[in-house]
């Protein structure tokens, strides 16, 4: 069956550091993935999106590579803030007409100033 | 988050009674999906709507729940005769055209308690 692995264990980070978080699929061919930002009590932000044809995708902070023959994806935040601290969502999406995205059980990022 | 609006945000049912969470789509959107998150863990999909129709509703249980998106109006998550592992958050998310080629964006969800 189709499973997605992020880091369970909370990564902690001191500020100004790189953060690197990991996301690893198995049993699947995603057209594209998605990674998102999910506060306590709050709904996913989108921050991203890699399509499968797309090595690596960058914004602002923000860097994520897509790496279909290794299955993973990972996810960067340079100059980390404490205001990054928060649960990240990765997330794959099939082709066709489906609105059916598998999302990891996310990371949670901690950091620190 | 803005633009998709969920309402409930918070709503205690006693087992067996019924909830319905309601989803308003960002402007423009005609796409709707739900999805639900367990204590504990990732969201899971549920359902995907485009106005009148169902597209896709592989992720819903077989009984007691239902999804509509109709003409006019919000998209309704329904949920009959709840049950304690019912308890969740129910997210909805929208997009403007297929999932595949654009963003979904997401509401701030409903917490259904059942007590």
């Known amino acids: 069956s189709q499973k997605i692995e992020q880091n369970s264990e909370a990564l902690n980070i001191q500020e100004g550091k790189t953060a690197t978080l990991t996301c690893n699929y198995t049993?699947?061919?995603?057209?594209?993935l998605q990674w998102y930002r999910q506060d306590p009590g709050r709904g996913p932000v989108f921050l991203l999106l890699?399509?499968?044809?797309?090595k690596e995708k960058r914004k602002e902070r923000l860097k994520v590579t897509f790496d279909t023959t290794l299955k993973q994806s990972l996810f960067h935040i340079t100059a980390s803030q404490p205001a990054d601290s928060a649960t990240y969502l990765c997330a794959l999406g099939g082709s066709g007409n489906t609105g059916k995205l598998i999302f990891g059980q996310g990371t949670t990022l901690q950091v620190k100033p | 988050n803005a633009g998709v609006m969920q309402n409930p945000r918070h709503l205690v049912r006693r087992r067996g009674q019924e909830a319905r969470l309601r989803c308003s789509p960002m402007?423009?959107?005609?796409?709707v999906y739900w999805y639900r998150q367990l204590p504990e863990e990732g969201l899971k999909f549920m359902v995907y709507?485009?106005?009148?129709?169902?597209?896709?509703e592989s992720g819903m249980p077989k009984e007691r729940f239902s999804a509509e998106f109709p003409k006019e109006g919000p998209s309704i998550l329904r949920i009959q005769q709840v049950v304690r592992g019912d308890s969740a958050a129910y997210f909805c998310?929208?997009?403007?055209?297929?999932?595949?080629?654009?963003?979904?964006?997401f509401g701030e969800g409903s917490w259904l308690t059942v007590v």
């Open positions: 709507l485009q106005k009148e129709n169902i597209i896709d």
């Open positions: 402007k423009g959107h005609s796409h």
């Open positions: 049993n699947y061919s995603p057209a594209y």
């Open positions: 998310a929208s997009s403007m055209g297929q999932a595949s080629g654009n963003t979904i964006y």
């Open positions: 890699i399509r499968e044809n797309e």
